[in-house]
């Protein structure tokens, strides 16, 4: 008699061995997913963010602008100073008068003629002698503020390529997690429910095993959803479509 129950004992373990094995094959093979997103390297990123993003284009046509400003300023001078040339061509008038003292006359005449005369000008506004060294440095200081916030801006996207590379990261584990998470659900719900079909357990436990598995799906789709954010973000500022392989 005992030998029989050391039989059925044993028949029993192996039963429930051999079924937590096929259990977590079978979580694992749909729990496995379907492709696996390679995240290129973070230096590739922000290099690829400072090339794409029109903020920071923004800023370096604001610095080129600030230096053709200054150039402006330095040579502003030279528009009080230049030639001035003038040709005429037409048909004139040309009085003549002659006085011999003792009688006088007076000669018109026209002609047609092409006159022309050239000559050089300079002139020197008072505000112009006494700003230009002013009017210099506020376009200098310009120009270092227009660095400056290139510079701040250059430093900001990176912070968030940054940021946002190690959230994806992150998000990409945690959709692991929760997609193992739930092949195991759903693996143990078969489970119960066909025991629940065979009068094993009662509705209370197959209820509460439906509300588990629910709630194992919603934060799976959660997870996916906030991976697939992250990582449509990170594409548009790094400006090309991350690839995906096949398991």
Known sequence: ???????????????????????????????????????????????????????????????????????????????????QADTRYGTFDNYAYNNTGLSTSM????????????????????????????????????????????????????????????ELLLKQRVLHIRSKALGSARVNQDMIEKEFQNGLIPVVEYVRVSDIVSNVEADYEKAKSEFISSRMILEDLAGFPFTAISN
Not at 38 to 57: E, G, M, Q, T, Y
């Open 107 to 166: 000669l018109l005449t026209n002609s047609r003629q092409f006159n022309y005369g050239m000559g050089v000008y300079m002139k020197f506004p008072l505000s112009d002698l006494f700003d230009r060294k002013n009017q210099i440095n506020r376009a200098s200081y310009e120009l270092e503020q227009a660095h400056s916030m290139a510079d701040a801006q250059q430093d900001e996207l990176r912070q968030e390529v940054i940021r946002l590379y190690h």
């Open 1 to 83: 008699m005992n030998i029989i129950k050391i039989n059925i004992s044993l028949t029993s373990l192996i039963l429930m061995l051999f079924s937590t094995l096929s259990f977590r094959g079978i979580a694992q093979a749909r729990a496995k997913p379907e492709a696996e997103l390679v995240i290129p390297p973070l230096f590739d990123l922000i290099d690829s963010a400072l090339k794409h993003n029109a903020l920071v284009r923004f800023r370096d046509m604001d610095i080129r602008a600030k230096e053709y400003k200054l150039k402006s300023e330095r040579t502003n001078w030279t528009r009080n100073m230049g030639l």
